[in-house]
């Protein structure tokens, strides 16, 4: 199995970098075919809201893309690399999955893109574009770290909690609307980590 360290170790230019097993499991996770066991839900999250500022992001959008795999097949292979060289960046690249009010006609949910500060006036590769960001809070979920080849599972883990989730606990709500959902890129040593919009819930 080629897992996502070796690749970035050792890049070679294929159409995706995952295996179809990895792909098989990912898509039957989105649409809910999976349950996980009992034990593999118990595992320790770390959960927190944090404040994001106005700001852009630079993105490139596929076609019809509703996921990683699909947008791959779209766009390429190479997008993370490009997005990884822009010096003024605030984080590291993001998958992002956009809310309605920022899609293009006839473009993808799924995106990658990276982002910047709401001043910036650099370059933007070719094939991609500048997009603002209003603030928001973004709820982060991060899960165990794990074996750089168990990320399927890793990913799936995170998801299962994220649909059980109730910010309202917490005295939030989902805003979808207000922000793009995220994922960082699937590094063992660090867990699997993904956000998803909120607003705080007004106190009547």
């Keep these: 199995m080629l897992c996502p360290v070796d ?74 690399d490009v997005l990884s060289r822009v010096k003024e960046a605030m984080y590291e690249p993001i998958g992002m999955w956009l809310p309605r009010g920022m899609i293009k006609p006839g ?41 750089d080849c168990r990320f399927e599972e890793a990913i799936g883990e995170l998801w299962e909690v994220m649909k059980r989730h109730r910010p309202e606990v917490y005295g939030f709500e989902w805003a979808d609307e207000d922000a793009p959902r995220f994922q960082l890129a699937p590094m063992g040593y660090r867990g699997y980590i993904e956000a998803r919009p909120v607003r705080q819930v007004s106190k009547a």
């Design 7 to 80: 690749y970035r170790r050792n890049p070679k230019p294929i159409r995706l970098f995952m295996p179809d097993r990895a792909r098989d499991r990912y898509l039957k996770l989105q649409k809910g075919e999976i349950e996980m066991a009992a034990d593999e839900a118990a595992k320790t999250l770390f959960v927190q809201v944090v404040e994001r500022p106005a700001r852009k992001v630079i993105l490139k959008r596929g076609i019809k893309a509703t996921h990683y795999f699909e947008y791959c097949g779209e766009v390429g292979c190479d997008v993370w």
């Design 107 to 147: 473009t993808s949910t799924y995106v990658q893109g990276v982002e910047v500060p709401a001043d910036y006036s650099g370059e933007v590769p070719d094939g991609f574009e500048v997009m603002d960001l209003p603030p928001c809070k973004m709820m982060v979920f991060q899960g165990e770290p794990y074996d």
